[in-house]
């Protein structure tokens, strides 16, 4: 079961448990309830509001799930998230084989989680009618640890292509003016979500990371996996402002979470795009442990729905 991810968006809510469901309910008047979720049908909870408030029995049972619990900004990027201590019943061993993994390694997944970024961009680019030559070019030339930082130089020449010369990537952009880069940070939050979930149901540590090395940054691998999961984001943000929508909405919002659950193509056939990371974490843990050779990364291309309704549009 892949789960659902939850967003709470508005004011003034409270969140708690009873009998196996997450209650919503409002902290005013006659405190309505507002609805339930199953909690073993949720994959994350996404907490992009002012003045809400949960109870720890639940978040104790999300934890217990493996459901990461994400606190958002204003700007709607993740600035703290809530994710279990045991994630796997092999957590010890992989965990362990991850501390131990040799230099050449991780940059050899680092240089296949960069070529398969650069792919998938180029993809996005296809999708978008823009020339896609500069960054498969980039892809064929990736090397064990990417030591020429060709993810950088990619994606200069990739946003530009994208979303036109003037725009800017602005993590921090917030207001009602941020537009695209305000759609851009809520879908990573949303993604970020899932592949912390994959990382951790994997039993790898988070903080251990393939390139990311920021000291403050408890999500370092985390960052490292989503990598080339980030262009499926981008291109259905482009798709959105082509219509016309280029401002966080609770339609834009939901449009963003549903590209987690269109099918990518694989090796193995169709898969839902959260499945797809989950097997990619679990085959980083099956590199480190000497069972594989190489990650489980989708075919360059794009999740089968989001092509469909590029082409309808």
């Known amino acids: 079961m892949i789960g659902r991810i ?17 209650v919503v309910q409002e902290t005013e008047g006659e405190r309505k ?11 994350a909870v996404i907490a992009n509001a002012h003045g809400l408030s949960y109870t720890n029995n639940l978040l104790v049972a999300l934890a217990e799930r493996g459901a990461p619990f994400v606190l958002c900004a204003a700007n709607h990027n993740a600035v703290g998230m809530l994710l279990p201590i045991q994630g ?42 823009r020339p896609t030559a500069p960054l498969n070019q980039l892809a064929g030339k990736v090397k064990s640890g990417d030591p020429e930082n060709l993810e950088a130089h990619g994606a200069r020449k990739y946003w530009g292509l994208l979303f036109g010369e003037d725009f800017r990537r602005d993590q921090e952009a917030t207001g009602a003016h941020s ?33 990311h090395s920021n000291d403050s940054n408890a999500m370092r ?7 080339p999961f ?27 979470v549903r590209t987690l659950y269109d099918d990518m193509q694989t090796p193995s056939g169709a898969t839902p ?41």
């Open 88 to 129: 796997n019943h092999y957590q010890a061993k992989r965990i362990e084989a991850q501390i131990a993994a040799s230099q050449p390694t991780h940059k050899r997944l680092w240089a296949a989680l960069v070529r398969s970024k650069l792919e998938q961009q180029a993809a996005a680019l296809e999708a978008a009618g």
């Open 273 to 313: 795009v959260m499945v797809c990371l989950q097997k990619l974490a679990v085959s980083i843990a099956q590199v480190y442990l000497g069972e594989k050779e190489k990650p489980d990364l989708p075919l360059q291309g794009l999740p089968l729905m989001l092509a469909s309704s590029l082409r309808d549009d």
């Open 33 to 43: 309830e507002l609805g339930q979720v199953p909690l073993d049908d949720i994959a």
């Open 221 to 227: 691998l985390v960052d490292d996996v989503m990598e």
């Open 179 to 211: 537009g695209l880069n305000s759609l851009l940070n809520y879908g990573y939050t949303v993604l970020r979500a899932a592949t912390a979930r994959a990382v951790v149901a994997a039993g790898l540590h988070p903080s251990i990371g393939l390139h």
């Open 6 to 22: 939850v967003e709470v968006a508005d004011d003034r809510r409270h969140l708690f448990m009873s009998r196996g469901f997450m």
């Open 230 to 256: 980030r262009p499926v984001i981008d291109l259905k943000v482009w798709q959105l402002h082509s219509q016309g929508e280029s401002y966080i909405t609770p339609d834009t919002k939901r449009a963003l």
